[in-house]
């Protein structure tokens, strides 16, 4: 009887570090998906638009660094959430409406038009002071895991031109808030 007792303890041991080593193994995956889950990638990299009536300044542009993407945002006080915008990936970045081409480092170029002048004309005055073919002003992208590189490229006609280089040509969202615009860009296609 004793034998069975000792067979039947062993066995229930057994049992018990197998279910724990199982729900270890198990949670494993669990920790991958939600991390999968947390860095969305379905944005996909096709162009993206959005229009709306009405025209107003750019008056900054700042980027930023997340766990899953790299965002750049363009800030047009008083445009509301109606702010006018195109982006989409270009082989060459040429500046409107002269045609010049413009260099971008990186992999893949975005070309992204925000509706917002970059210049005042009634009051003469640049509200932000980007120049054609140069990076833009207070923007620094080293050490982003996708930024490679920005450009000015020019505004006309109500919008303004901006090249971002990127690693490669990765997918993308575009979110307009309130007098703003921001365009993330995924670290990789299954993060």
Not at 11 to 26: F, H, N, Q, R, Y
């Amino acid at each position: 009887m004793r034998r069975i007792g000792a067979t039947v303890a062993v066995l229930v041991l057994a049992g018990a570090t197998l279910g724990m080593t199982a729900g270890t193994a198990s949670a494993a995956p669990a920790e991958g998906a939600r991390a999968v889950a947390a860095c969305p990638t379905g944005w996909g990299s096709g162009a993206k638009g959005g229009s709306a009536m009405g025209v107003d300044h750019l008056e900054n542009i700042r980027t930023g660094q997340h766990e899953c993407y790299d965002r750049i945002v363009f800030d047009v006080p008083g445009g509301g959430d109606q702010i006018d915008y195109q982006v989409q990936y270009v082989d060459r970045l040429y500046a409107r409406p002269s045609g010049e081409y413009i260099p971008v480092d990186g992999g893949a170029i975005l070309d992204i038009r925000v509706g917002g002048w970059s210049y005042d004309v009634e009051a003469g005055v640049w509200t932000y002071p980007g120049k054609a073919g140069e990076p833009l002003p207070g923007v620094n992208v080293s050490g982003y895991s996708t930024f490679r590189d920005t450009r000015f490229g020019s505004t006309f006609e109500g919008e303004t031109q901006v090249g971002v280089g990127v690693r490669a040509r990765l997918p993308f969202r575009v979110i307009q808030l309130e007098d703003r615009v921001v365009v993330d860009v995924a670290h990789s296609w299954t993060s």
